[in-house]
């Protein structure tokens, strides 16, 4: 009792000592972003810009940092692994719901099984809890998860489910279907603010959909209270809106700079840049899926990127940082594969492709095309930062190995219905790590396009290798880091081997920022405004 | 008139429906909202899932039928990316859009008639030829860059004005507006400039040619001659009947500034329905874009209507036409 009674009061104390160290003038910090969240309903739609608004008001067990990349533990205080299936975890005492009622295994039950049950959700989480197979109070303040397959990287996606309240009354039987419940929290009760996303540094205040949203700290918060009294999180999608907000002083940081305003923004002497490479590769991928392909002519009908050493041309013929510091003013950093350095799973021994068109010259003289093909080059017109004009950059690149390239954009409404139906021949796309480690983004990529399982999903070029399937396979159940991180690298090396990808770069995330203010760049490009703080 | 009434109200059934079929044609052929909406991570299942959420699995004459079941009962449907009745959202957006297009087109009413009617009466004078060259720059200017260069002028390097945004609001009399506050007024008088510059010069030179015309006319030569005041025969005559040509294009100008501020609305960032427009349609929310354009449509046939109705009341011509046929 009286060694509790020791560490409550050092916790008391930490606490003081963090209260103090937030200066009184701290009071509303005024975001600008690009995209704002659709929902405050933590399980309604999984995208990127509600991944933002749900770390701010709605732990989950655990929280995947973007700056240093580490698992930090949030709603669960601890866990361990015991055999390779099960996971105990133990849930943090002090968290309360806005009612005073404290976190129970019986909610943690509720909200995974929500997650497969949010009416009429445009775009479900499921596929992070896929391999859950059970759930179950362990009793003590501790929840026991049986998955049903060793899964490395469980904790990692936990940590994009918020937990809610459990409103049922009773304590659910998990199962993969509805758990026995047949009525599910509404979306429109937490947008309207009648249901409390959970527990975060900040509650909702008021969601005025595509407009703005107004947040409040939650002072009942278990952990480190935020610097800020409450954030105001505009909707500002227009980039030149969005620069003259925040130089107009309507905002104090904005998100997604645009490359043409970053040297405003340094010359002003009144704001400044917050950066990181992210996890987003923004790449090429060749069609290798059909034996005739559709935007491809002058080659006697055959699809010349099944033969890699097409494939290789194309990566000779790209001059990456030229790309990287001209038409991306420096804010991106020339890419060797596809996860980005500084994450899980990245081979430190590749190097980007060197530039050297006369090699590449050479390779498709070599496959029989010695004076090249035409070829049409398609890329999303509004979907990447500068995307347009990188795609012109590398049109121009490739006419220089003797291609004959027209380049042909659609705008992001209609350009991945196009290159989901393979109507593409070599198209320009992005692609981030959801979960902030390599596995799934490998999976994603360079994993054979398989829907019923999950793999491939972006990989419309349906690039395919036996061996990278295989180490990606053997990842998936690997526990032991270092074991499973060799197995990434093995998969890295042979898309690299293979010429699978021409990957490009990965884009920095770019914050524009008013001095005076600390705003933390994050590789995920999440937007956490509870680390924000004066300074 | 009863009978042009219906007519006018049968067309409008009739333009409603054609629309809302184009929109949702239009749509279906531009992409799959799905493809949007869904995480390119997400499982096939999940896919499947989203898309019988969003009724998007059944053939399109049935998505159809099935909007037009609701709507003919008050109900347009449910935002696809907010999942909130669409009428809701609708009437979240309205008011920011009707203050900042009728302030605009106060601003432009204001300015553009009366000078247009100095610079149509004195087209040889200075300040004649200096409306008309500011109304040549008004419309050659695109909206967007003018928008810009104000916020750069206004908000930035001379900061009086706030960038972008509606103001506080503040109800009186039932009505909530960002037009009860000062700090709403100093929001939007930037945007409302901008959106009314352009309709300005255009109603300038309506005015200046209109006014032309007139003077000219037979009937004005007379009251001169009768010795009619001035003042009198500009007010009376000249202005009055100017006004016939002036109203028709008054009336397309007002509803465009209150349906398509979409540009202003943008550069602006004002939350109005304009904004709201652009964003839905680049993810495809269709019900949106259906409810948002047909709203549009019924605003463009009630404000034709009421300028018929103004015509028969102001122009002399028609209204003698219409107590003779009486």
């Known amino acids: 009792m009286k060694k509790l009674s020791l560490a409550s009061f050092g916790v008391a104390l930490a606490t003081a000592t963090s209260l ?8 509303q910090l005024r975001v600008g972003l690009a995209a704002l969240a659709t929902s405050v309903d933590p399980h309604f739609h999984r995208a990127g810009y509600n991944f933002d608004l749900r770390e701010n008001i709605s732990d ?124 599910w929290l509404e979306t429109a009760g937490f947008n309207s603010g009648k249901v409390s996303p959970g527990i975060g540094h900040y509650r909702v205040k008021k969601f005025t959909p595509d407009v703005e949203i107004e947040l409040e700290r939650n002072d009942q918060y278990y952990g480190t209270p935020p610097a800020y009294d409450s954030v105001l999180v505009k909707s500002l999608p227009d980039n030149s809106a969005r620069i003259a907000a925040l130089l107009g002083g309507s905002v104090d940081v904005i998100n997604a700079v645009p490359i043409n305003s970053i040297d405003s923004i340094q010359s002003s002497g009144k704001y400044h840049l917050s950066s990181k490479p992210s996890t987003l590769l923004i790449f090429l991928l060749p069609d290798q899926g059909q034996e005739k392909t559709p935007k491809v002519s002058g080659t006697d009908g055959k699809n010349p990127f099944l033969d890699p050493r097409v494939r290789k041309a194309l990566n000779l013929a790209i001059n990456r940082e030229q790309i990287a510091e001209t038409v991306m003013g420096g804010m991106a950093q020339a890419a060797s594969q596809i996860i980005v350095d500084g994450v899980f799973g990245h081979e430190p021994d590749l190097q980007p492709y060197a530039y050297d068109p006369q090699e590449a010259k050479r390779l498709l003289a070599e496959a029989g095309y010695p004076n ?32 004959n390239v027209t380049l042909e954009t659609f705008p992001f409404s209609i350009y991945f219905t196009k290159a989901s139906a393979y109507e593409f021949s ?20 360079a994993g054979t396009r398989n829907p019923d399982r999950g793999w491939g999903g972006a990989n419309r070029g349906r690039y395919s290798s036996k061996v990278t399937d295989k180490a990606l396979e053997d990842a998936q159940s690997t526990l032991d880091d270092a074991e499973r991180e060799e197995l990434l690298r093995t998969a890295v090396a042979e898309v690299y081997k293979d010429d699978g990808y021409v990957p490009l770069y990965h884009e920095f995330g770019v914050w524009g920022v008013r001095n005076g203010i600390h705003y933390d760049a994050n590789a995920n490009l999440t937007n956490i405004f509870y680390t924000a703080r004066p300074e | 008139m009863l009978s042009f009434v219906l007519q006018r109200l049968l067309q409008s059934v009739v333009v409603v429906f054609v629309l809302s079929i184009v929109l949702f044609v239009g749509v279906w052929l531009i992409g799959n909202p799905a493809d949007i909406l869904i995480s390119s991570e997400a499982s096939e299942a999940d896919r499947l899932a989203a898309i019988t959420a969003l009724g998007l699995d059944k053939p399109l004459w049935q998505q159809y039928l099935i909007f037009l079941g609701n709507a003919v009962q008050g109900d347009w449907g449910t935002s696809f990316v907010y999942k909130e009745p669409v009428t809701s959202i609708l009437l979240q957006r309205l008011p920011a859009s009707l203050e ?29 030829r200096g409306v008309m060259a500011f109304s040549l720059i008004g419309v050659s200017i695109p909206t967007f860059w003018q928008g810009m260069l104000l916020i750069v002028a206004f908000g930035i390097a001379l900061p009086i004005l706030p960038v ?43 005015t200046r040619a209109a006014t032309m015309e007139i003077s000219r006319l037979d009937f004005v030569k007379f009251a001169y001659a009768k010795g009619v005041r001035g003042r009198k025969v500009v007010v009376r005559h000249i202005l009055r009947n100017a006004l016939v040509p002036l109203i028709t294009v008054t009336g397309i100008e007002l509803a465009n500034l209150l349906a398509y501020g979409v540009i202003t609305e943008t550069v602006f960032s004002w939350p109005g329905l304009g904004k709201l427009l652009i964003n839905s349609i680049k993810v495809l929310d269709r019900p949106l874009i259906v409810a948002q354009l047909t709203y549009t449509a019924l605003l463009f046939i009630f404000i034709n209507f009421i300028v018929d109705i103004l015509h028969m009341s102001i122009d002399p011509r ?7 046929a009486a």
């Open chain 2, 100 to 128: 900042l297009g009728l302030v605009a087109f106060i601003i432009a009413i204001a300015v553009s008639v009366p000078a247009g009617l100095y610079a149509g009466l004195k087209p040889e004078s200075p300040l004649g």
């Open chain 2, 318 to 324: 028609v209204k003698s036409v219409l107590r003779r």
């Open chain 1, 426 to 445: 070599l198209y320009l796309a992005g692609a981030a790590a959801d979960t902030g480690e390599g596995l799934s983004q490998m999976i994603n990529l």
């Open chain 2, 164 to 206: 972008g945004d509606r103001g506080q609001v503040a109800t009186h009399f039932g009505i909530t507006t960002s037009l009860w506050t000062l700090d709403g007024w100093s929001h939007v008088v930037m945007p409302a400039f901008s959106l009314a510059l352009l309709k300005m010069s255009l109603l300038m030179r309506v």
């Open chain 1, 372 to 403: 090249g093909f035409s070829l049409t080059l398609n890329a999303p017109s509004d979907r990447y930062v500068n995307g347009a004009q990188v795609a012109q950059a590398v049109t121009a690149m490739l006419s220089q190995i003797g291609l």
């Open chain 1, 20 to 27: 103090s160290a937030v200066p009184a003038a701290a009071e």
């Open chain 1, 60 to 183: 989950a067990l655990v929280y995947t940092n973007g700056v240093n990349g580490t698992v930090e533990p949030r709603l669960a205080k601890s866990w361990e692994i015991q055999g390779d299936t099960k996971w105990v975890i133990a849930l943090e005492p002090k968290a309360k719901f806005d009612d005073g009622d404290g976190l129970g295994a019986d909610d943690v039950i509720y909200s995974i099984c929500r997650v497969r049950n949010v009416p009429n959700s445009p775009g479900l989480f499921s596929s992070f809890i896929a391999t859950i197979a059970n759930i179950k109070d362990a009793g003590d303040g501790k929840i026991e998860i049986d998955t049903n397959k060793p899964d490395p990287n469980l904790l990692r996606s936990l940590s994009n489910i918020g937990i809610v309240q459990n409103p049922t009354g009773r304590t659910l039987a998990y199962d993969d279907k509805t758990c026995g419940n047949d009525n």
